[in-house]
């Protein structure tokens, strides 16, 4: 998020890897290897975000001694190969981009997504053979996304731009929350979750997950099925109307008008 520095990655006994990164950076420290982190500038502090699946780890095992002070090698995965963290990567079916270290977000490469809504240009980022991911994603101006739900544990940072977003509960009446660049928001289990641009940039968000398709744990392709056939996302078709008229009313008060495409509703009146 700030600043830039090294770090240095390590199993018992083998010699010690350091590589750079900066602001846009993101890696994964392979499962269970030492690693420290090293400021670079001797003025500016650095600011990072990490996503761990600790807390259900230790909720599976309950003992600090076994998973605090294990010196399972998971060889597989990281050996000491020196090359691991050059940002090497391979791009995969499903928008993926998988690798070990990527130097800057920024400049990474998005796929058209347009699945969840008109314009939209997603990557999916697997590290170091995990089974959390990431996605970075990328909005224009005026558009909406379909709502849709999956398990806890995703965590959306802001990266630019401005609107809100919708939560519900099934059955419930929608929340609002607004929300700019540097903002971050975690959707409750279940809860349908819609995005929302009122700004006159693209939006980026970035998110941080529990899951990915390299090592999946269920329902990922849920998420981009229709409720109408037992999946887990909204159509524009099947949303309630309200949805889109609040919608097109907050962007007139910018000045702004709605790109969407224009909708036939098929059970709402
Ligand atoms: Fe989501």
């Known amino acids: 998020m700030r600043g830039n520095g090294t770090t240095?990655?390590?199993?018992?006994?083998?010699?010690?890897?350091?590589?750079?990164?900066?602001?846009?950076?993101?890696?994964?420290?392979?499962?269970?290897?030492?690693?420290?982190?090293?400021?670079?500038?001797?003025?500016?502090?650095?600011?990072?975000?990490?996503?761990?699946?600790?807390?259900?780890?230790?909720?599976?095992?309950?003992?600090?001694?076994?998973?605090?002070?294990?010196?399972?090698r998971f060889k597989e995965r990281f050996d000491g190969d020196t090359e691991f963290f050059s940002g090497k990567g391979t791009s995969r079916p499903g928008l993926v981009w998988e690798s070990n270290f990527i130097p800057d977000i920024v400049n990474l490469n998005l796929h058209e997504f347009s699945v969840k809504g008109p314009g939209l240009r997603q990557v999916e980022m697997e590290l170091s053979s995990n089974t959390l991911s990431s996605h970075l994603n990328d909005s224009p101006v005026g558009v909406y996304k379909k709502a849709h739900r999956h398990g806890p544990g995703a965590y959306i940072i802001v990266l630019g731009g401005r609107g809100y977003t919708l939560m519900w509960r099934e059955g419930q009446k929608?929340?609002?929350?607004?929300?700019?660049?540097?903002?971050?928001?975690?959707?409750?289990?279940?809860?349908?979750?819609?995005?929302?641009?009122?700004?006159?940039?693209?939006?980026?968000?970035?998110?941080?997950?529990?899951?990915?398709?390299?090592?999946?744990?269920?329902?990922?392709?849920?998420?981009?099925?229709?409720?109408?056939?037992?999946?887990?996302?909204?159509?524009?078709?099947?949303?309630?109307?309200?949805?889109?008229?609040?919608?097109?009313?907050?962007?007139?008060?910018e000045g702004l008008e709605l790109k969407n495409l224009p909708v036939t509703y098929r059970k709402h009146a």
Do not use: C
Not at 192 to 217: C, D, M, S, T, V
């Open 8 to 72: 240095t990655v390590w199993n018992e006994g083998q010699k010690p890897l350091t590589f750079e990164w900066k602001r846009g950076s993101m890696f994964s420290p392979p499962i269970n290897t030492w690693h420290q982190h090293f400021n670079g500038s001797g003025a500016e502090p650095v600011r990072y975000v990490a996503l761990t699946n600790a807390p259900a780890v230790f909720n599976m095992f309950h003992s600090h001694e076994f998973i605090m002070d294990n010196p399972f």
């Open 174 to 253: 929608w929340q609002r929350f607004d929300w700019g660049a540097g903002s971050m928001m975690s959707p409750p289990n279940r809860w349908f979750h819609q995005h929302f641009n009122l700004g006159r940039e693209n939006i980026r968000q970035l998110a941080l997950k529990g899951w990915g398709q390299k090592f999946p744990i269920g329902g990922w392709e849920q998420m981009f099925k229709s409720t109408e056939t037992g999946g887990d996302m909204i159509e524009f078709e099947d949303e309630d109307p309200a949805i889109r008229e609040m919608y097109v009313e907050e962007l007139k008060k």
